[in-house]
């Protein structure tokens, strides 16, 4: 079965630290969203993709938070500096959207936690 | 904004018995997208409702999408320790837009 693919599975980092989260889409899916999971605040949408262009990023701290897909098979998400109100899991989401809009394939999530 | 509220937050059920989540909105609703997350898991897709009125059954799961696409709801008939997890209702907003996630209803299932 094809997978999306998440590094690193787990990370723990200093406060003020860069971090870096990869994710690489299913081939040929067009679609990829960046999610944050919490108990609080549960599945929260971040910055979405089509065709590698963003399309919505209203949901990520613009200060702090940064993603990007610098091409078809990698999309990569970036705080710096990051705080403890950071620790979460991270989800990458691919899916392939034309005329028809199809389920979504989620990664197994990067788990952050910020000490 | 979009938001979609899922009801209840949490239900705990004997095995055997029937569990049904729903997720409600005061809008109508362009689609849903129906999915599950074991403990420790990653969300897995189960099935995407587009039409008014639409009913769609795997197994023992019914998944239903109201009559002016304002909810939804997903019954699990006869539990199993295997349905446990958290199941979420999400609105893919404008036909491939956002992807919007309820808050989503843990089932814990009790041998």
């Known amino acids: ?115 | 904004g979009q938001q979609v509220m899922q009801i209840p937050q949490y239900q705990h059920v004997q095995e055997g018995e029937d569990f049904t989540t729903y997720c409600n909105s005061s809008t109508t609703l362009s689609n849903i997208q129906w999915y599950k997350q074991r403990p420790g898991g990653h969300p897995v897709f189960l099935i995407q409702l587009v039409k008014s009125g639409e009913v769609k059954k795997q197994k023992r799961l019914t998944f239903q999408f109201g009559e002016a696409k304002k909810n939804s709801s997903l019954h699990i008939t006869a539990t199993q320790t295997t349905d446990v997890g958290t199941y979420f209702c999400a609105e893919s907003y404008n036909q491939g837009g956002k992807l919007i996630f309820g808050q989503g209803t843990e089932l814990s299932v009790k041998p």
């Open chain 1, 1 to 115: 079965d094809a997978r999306v693919t998440q590094t690193p599975r787990h990370k723990v980092t200093e406060m003020g630290q860069e971090v870096t989260m990869r994710c690489q889409p299913i081939l040929g899916h067009n679609t990829v969203f960046w999610y944050r999971q919490t108990m609080m605040q549960g599945l929260e949408l971040l910055a979405y993709f089509r065709n590698r262009a963003p399309l919505d990023d209203s949901g990520m701290p613009k200060d702090r938070f940064s993603a990007e897909m610098p091409d078809a098979t990698l999309a990569t998400l970036k705080i710096q500096p990051s705080e403890p109100r950071d620790s979460a899991v991270y989800f990458c989401a691919s899916g392939l959207n034309r005329q028809h809009v199809y389920g979504y394939t989620f990664g197994s999530g990067t788990r952050l936690t910020v000490v």
